[in-house]
Structure formats: structure tokens, C-alpha cells
């Protein structure tokens, strides 16, 4: 048995979801376990009712949650001849199910409503994607993940609970089987034990499908998108970026570590578990070989560049020139925690602590001013991280040219610097 994630491009477009069933075809007669993603974009638009509704505007969440309907009644209209009025049936269940919290008020947190609103693009995009596999002969069972992932009450980010999620594995997707090729379902979502939807944060659509495959004792999971493997840097902003044929588990997770837009380490772990190998593959061209993640060792790997930009340094300094200590420290990443703040480098002195961070203009005012009580605080804005893996001197001294380094850490695998544009490059550049 396979298991297969499609994400939100490969279903984006009528033709894209056509161009997917013709990938399901090559599989004729296998067990595959199915996960799908909302449509492109779905997710921030339902992002955007959520926000309206939270803020009081129910005329505008409703306008905006109705635009999103009609797109995807019509995305189905397009797609399905005998199987339309079934599928709009389901989907209007889906409808009826938002529409009746925005047509309340909103009395508890916004990361609740988030998830309650949010967690249905997943639930639209299956319905017709499962209709129409099934109007085109891709026999397939739809089901419901919340009735199979069980969490707690995390929203956003919510943790599962693998003993009761394993159960409903067992009692309830192992004996679909039995009658049935392909079980298809949403990625990224679940419930809490009182029927609340949940979703389970960055990538969850991911780490739902090495869920399932961990629990299934899957023999490989694969991550269908629109590049043609996992490649080196980012190929918008190096466009001389190489593909990488081959990877092992703890690689991608030191990645990711970095910021590189790979598969997100909590992905990888359930596949770990289990040594169950992991294939990235190119959905709008599956003949390319991608790329196979696997815990085995990879040797001659290249230079692998990651680029955070819009970083922002936080410089904290004792004002008696005193020793920065761990009760200082502590104080700090307790506020970093409590604003969901995950730093992308530290640095520790003997009189200042060094803190590089996303650009998050709120929480980094509510940060420096929480900090100035008991250090001072200087914030430098507009730099960049730069992260390069089994780096040499000649991709560094290329890729930090023309470039001032505010800070930097050093291992023999890894290097990062932070970096600030010279002022006369700016000039020139302008």
C-alpha cells in the first residue's frame, strides 16, 4: 500500500485535477491511501472570512465565504456530469456548516474560529476531487478525517493523539480496504473528542499522510508538487539552483531547521519510525525521477543555500555592563514563547544576547518593549539569513560579495551569516 499527498497547485485548476487523475490511472489496481490538500489559495481566502468575522464584519466574512462557494460549485460544474448533484449535495453540507458559525458572534479565541472556518477548503477540494475520480472509473472511497485524526484542543496547531487515532485507523481505514483500491481524504485537519475541527499547523497536509502511513505500515509515501525534486536553493532567487536526486531523513530535517521550503520535520519523523522511504515527485511531469528521502547515508551533496530575508536583529544588552545570564536569557525566550516567536539564530555574549527574527512588525515591538524592562534594546531591520550546508570558500565569498556581515556561526557542516546590503550597492541598485 502507497501513500499519496496532493497539494493545493495540483488541484488548483480543472485541468490540474484532470492531469491527477491521470497520475491515479498509472496506478490501476494498487492500494493507495490518498491525501488532498484545499485548492490553491482556498486557504487564504478562508483565512480572510475568518479575519472579517472575528472583527465583527458578518456581512463582509458571509460576502467573501459566498464568492468561495460559487468557485468551487463551479469548478464542479465544470468537471462532473452524473455526479454533480451528489457532489453538490455534499458540498452544501460543507456550505451549511461555516455559514451557521458566521452567522453568529464571535465569543471565543480567534485561532477557534480559525480552524472551524479554515479546515473546510480541505474538506470542498475532496468532495470533487473524489466525485470526479469516481466518474471517471478511479473507483475511491471519501472519508472524513476528523472522524479519524483525533487531537487535542490546540487550535492551530493542534497535537495528535496517536492511541485513539491508531484505533480509528484500525477499526475503520483497514477494512475499507477490503473493498476498496483508494481511500481519499483531507490532509491537515482532525477533531477534538468533542466533534471541534482542528488543524495541525505548518505542512499538516504532510504530516497527515506520514500519519497514515506510519499507522497503515505504508511500504512509501509520496509528496506530489510542482517542482521537479527537492533542489538545493530556492530556485526563484538562485535560479542556477540543482536538483537532488537523493536524501537521507536527518538532511531534510536540518533543512528545514534552516528554512528551506522542503518537508517539515515532523513529517519526516512518523516515516523515520518505520523506515518508510519518502518520494518527492513532479505532478505536472511524474516521468522525472524526483527525489527519494530515505535513512540511509548520502554522500557528495551539494553546497545547499537557504535565504531568509525581511530578518530582523534584536540587540539585548545588560545596562551595568554586567554578565548576561541564564535568568536573563530565560526571561527572554519565555517572552519569545509566550508570543510564538521561534528565533532563526542566537547568539550569547558575555554582555549582550543576540536574536535574529522574522519580520513580524507587532510582535516585534511587543518583544523589545517586554525586553527593554530589564535590558536595553537595539532592533536592526531589513537583513538577511543566509545558510549554506556542505558550504567551500568560493559559493561563500560568492554569495557574500558586496555584503556586510553582522553575524556569524560556524560548524564544519554549516555556515550562516547574517547580512546587511552595503550602503553604496543600495545606491547603485536603486
Known amino acids: ?30 492500494k493507495l491511501m490518498v491525501i488532498v490538500s484545499a485548492m490553491g489559495k482556498t486557504t487564504n481566502a478562508l483565512e480572510k472570512v475568518t479575519k472579517a468575522f472575528c472583527d465583527g464584519h458578518k456581512d463582509e466574512a458571509l460576502f467573501l465565504f459566498e464568492q468561495l ?22 458540498l452544501k453540507d460543507f456550505f451549511t456548516e461555516v455559514e451557521w458559525l458566521l452567522h453568529d458572534k464571535p465569543v471565543r479565541e480567534y485561532d477557534y474560529y480559525y480552524d472551524q472556518v479554515v479546515c473546510a477548503g480541505e474538506l470542498f477540494s475532496t468532495s470533487i476531487v473524489s466525485h470526479y475520480l469516481n466518474e471517471k472509473g478511479i473507483a475511491n472511497k471519501w472519508i472524513d478525517a476528523r472522524d479519524i485524526i483525533r487531537t487535542d484542543d490546540d487550535f492551530r496547531d493542534a497535537v495528535i493523539d496517536w492511541k485513539f487515532t491508531m484505533n480509528q485507523v484500525q477499526n475503520m481505514i483497514v477494512p475499507l480496504f477490503q473493498e476498496n483500491n483508494i481511500i481519499l481524504t483531507q490532509g491537515f485537519i482532525g477533531a477534538t473528542d468533542e466533534n471541534e475541527s482542528t488543524t495541525l499547523g505548518r505542512e499538516g497536509s504532510d504530516y497527515t499522510a506520514a500519519v497514515f502511513a506510519n499507522m497503515l505500515d505504508a511500504e512509501s509515501q509520496t509528496i506530489w508538487k510542482d517542482v521537479e525534486s527537492v533542489m538545493n536553493a530556492d530556485p526563484k532567487q538562485f535560479p542556477g539552483a540543482v536538483a537532488i536526486e537523493e536524501l537521507n531523513y536527518n538532511e531534510v530535517i536540518e533543512m528545514a531547521y534552516y528554512g528551506a521550503q522542503v518537508i517539515h520535520p515532523k513529517t519526516i519523523k512518523p516515516l523515520q519510525n518505520k523506515g518508510i522511504p519518502l518520494y518527492v515527485k513532479c505532478f505536472l511531469n511524474p516521468s522525472l525521477k524526483g527525489t527519494i528521502i530515505h535513512d540511509r547515508p548520502v554522500h557528495g551533496l551539494p553546497p545547499i543555500i537557504v535565504l531568509k530575508e525581511n530578518q530582523v536583529l534584536l540587540e539585548m544588552s545588560s545596562r ?49 518593549l517586554e525586553a527593554s524592562s530589564f535590558l536595553d534594546v537595539q532592533v536592526t531591520k531589513g537583513l538577511s539569513l543566509l545558510t549554506i550546508r556542505h558550504y567551500n570558500k568560493e559559493i561563500f565569498e560568492y554569495l557574500t560579495q558586496k555584503k556586510t556581515i553582522l553575524l556569524r556561526q560556524q560548524t564544519p557542516e554549516t555556515i550562516q551569516v547574517l547580512l546587511q546590503q552595503n550602503r553604496m550597492d543600495e545606491i547603485q541598485n536603486n
Open 1 to 30: 500500500m502507497k501513500v499519496f499527498k496532493f497539494g493545493g497547485a495540483s488541484v488548483n485548476s480543472v485541468e490540474r485535477i484532470k492531469n491527477m487523475a491521470e497520475i491515479m490511472r498509472q496506478y490501476n489496481g494498487e
Open 320 to 368: 551595568d555592563f554586567s554578565f548576561i545570564g541564564e535568568q536573563h536569557v530565560s526571561h527572554l525566550y519565555h517572552l519569545m514563547e509566550k508570543m510564538h516567536i521561534k528565533p532563526n539564530l542566537t547568539q550569547n555574549g558575555a554582555i549582550s544576547f543576540l536574536c535574529v527574527i522574522d519580520e513580524w512588525p507587532e510582535k516585534i515591538e511587543k518583544l523589545a
Open 69 to 90: 462557494k460559487q468557485q468551487h460549485l463551479t469548478t464542479a460544474k465544470y468537471l462532473l456530469v452524473t455526479n454533480y448533484l451528489s457532489c453538490e449535495v455534499q
